[in-house]
């Protein structure tokens, strides 16, 4: 995998790659089925369905039929993934989830397109700004967030190959959104990734915000601070071992995320690692409970303090007070 191929993608963006990967996972699955809710064009999906007119179905604007028809379609033993906008999803069809895929356990591969602020202009009725914390309330499913292009494609083939039950995929970013692997790695279920081994905190991050993490990184260490920073890709179920090594060896634990501070990677590791959070400095970056503007995704990741710079300034003023 070379950088060239990795500049591509991260220009095409998660939604256009998402449709390319089912491309390359439809040649290699007969039992493959892909369903939008109205949404081919926009989740990159209209080369599959020309490539796989027999693979594909749109159900239209209708997110818990989405959700019924993909379960009996995974019942009868397709490999299924469907997709729409993260809060149509997570809130329109979340009792059809809770019941069809966490109750019967009906392993379907939710993608969900635009969580977080990567809808920009189209305001908060499209924003998935509180999806994770809905999701995982529900028993037996996954939760993923994949900080790019590349990480992406590893968790979709991890999940076309693996029986790993139902599960959620969380799509942030936009079509150049900074790219976090610069070179090829092996991606392991569960597994969080150690981005930079640094000695003076702990960053802990999940999706496409880690690109501006590194670029916060950067400026750290211009500033004689050298940050551990740990890609948490799989929010549930998490991998409390490892995790647990690295927070007891940390004074300062940051999180950041392009979610609401309730519920999200902070929710998650304050509930898991209580006890281990005693007598440790705690600072968490993330979106606030409430609606903000509309606007670009970049003045939308500065106004909320999610730019690399704001990242940057805030985690040095934390360390300095």
């Known amino acids: 995998m070379n950088n060239k191929i990795l ?26 089925m892909v369903i939008s809710a109205d949404l081919g064009r926009s989740s990159g999906l209209d080369r599959f369905k020309a490539a796989f007119p027999n693979k594909y179905l749109s159900v239209g604007i209708c997110e818990q039929n989405l959700i019924g028809i993909a379960s009996g379609l995974a019942r009868e033993g397709y490999k299924v993934f469907i997709t729409s906008f993260a809060p149509f999803l997570s809130m329109r069809a979340s009792e059809h989830i809770r019941m069809n895929l966490g109750y019967m356990k009906h392993p379907v591969n939710i993608v969900a397109l ?20 809905i999701m995982r309330t529900i028993p037996g499913l996954k939760i993923f967030s994949p900080a790019d292009s590349l990480e992406l494609k590893k968790i979709l083939f991890d999940l076309s190959n693996n029986k790993r039950g139902p599960s ?24 969080p990734n150690i981005l930079s081994n640094g000695k003076d905190c702990l960053i802990l991050s999940t999706g ?48 950041i995320e392009e979610h609401t501070i309730i519920g999200g990677l902070n929710s998650v ?18 979106l606030p409970d409430e609606f903000g503007p509309t606007g670009d ?24 007070n």
């Open 7 to 32: 500049s591509q993608w991260s220009r095409m963006g998660p939604r256009a790659m998402f449709g390319q990967f089912m491309i390359d996972i439809g040649k290699k699955n007969k039992d493959l």
């Open 114 to 133: 635009g969580s977080g602020l990567s809808m920009g202009f189209l305001g908060n009725s499209h924003f998935g700004l509180e999806d994770v914390s």
């Open 168 to 191: 959620y995929v969380r799509l942030t970013g936009i079509p150049g959104s900074p790219i976090v692997y610069e070179k090829d790695y092996k991606y392991k279920f569960k597994k």
């Open 208 to 255: 496409s915000v880690l690109g501006q993490v590194k670029v916060a990184s950067k400026l750290l260490k211009k500033s004689k601070i050298d940050p551990c920073i740990i890609n948490v890709h799989t929010l549930k179920p998490l991998n409390i071992p490892f995790l647990k090594k690295y927070i007891n060896n940390f004074k300062y634990i940051i999180t």
């Open 269 to 286: 590791l304050s509930q898991n690692f209580i006890s281990e959070f005693n007598n440790k400095k705690i600072f968490n970056i993330s």
């Open 297 to 320: 995704y970049e003045y939308l990741l500065d106004y909320h303090g999610l730019s690399g710079k704001k990242i940057f300034r805030k985690i040095k003023n934390f360390l300095k």
